[in-house]
Nanobody, 124 residues
Framework: QLQLVESGGGLVQAGGSLRVFCAAS????????LGWFRQAPGKERESVAT????????FHADSVKGRFTISRDNAKNTVYLQMNDLKPEDTAVYYC?????????????????WGQGTQVTVSS
């Protein structure tokens, strides 16, 4: 069992930066691939970034590539999403999720545990 709690969201102006965190409880954190997803009002949940169990490989969606960076610290049971040069279209609830699959799972149904989400709002 793994419990995930996001934090660090908030309101920021376009062009600004935010770093969202996801802290996990459980002794098997390093056994999970991790992902960040987001869901804007009226839109489907989409994958933003994914990281392998050991943090050695990452995936970033084209819409955030070069602006967002996913990372993890297995000693602290935490995964991060650094978001730079934020745009109004990045406004959404951001969720972290954990998957038992190896590699870089990208589909939401491949994830076994989810956090409650943190709101990120980017004003123009």
């Amino acid at each position: 069992q793994l419990q995930l709690v996001e934090s660090g969201g908030g309101l920021v102006q376009a062009g600004g930066s935010l770093r969202v965190f996801c802290a996990a409880s459980g002794r098997t954190f390093s056994s999970y691939a991790l992902g960040w997803f987001r869901q804007a009002p009226g839109k489907e949940r989409e994958s933003v970034a994914t990281i392998t169990r050991d943090g050695g490989s990452t995936f970033h969606a084209d819409s955030v590539k070069g602006r967002f960076t996913i990372s993890r610290d297995n000693a602290k049971n935490t995964v991060y999403l650094q978001m730079n040069d934020l745009k109004p279209e990045d406004t959404a609830v951001y969720y972290c999720a954990a998957s038992r699959l190896a590699g870089l799972p990208r589909l939401s149904y491949n994830y076994n545990y989810w956090g409650q989400g943190t709101q990120v709002t980017v004003s123009s």
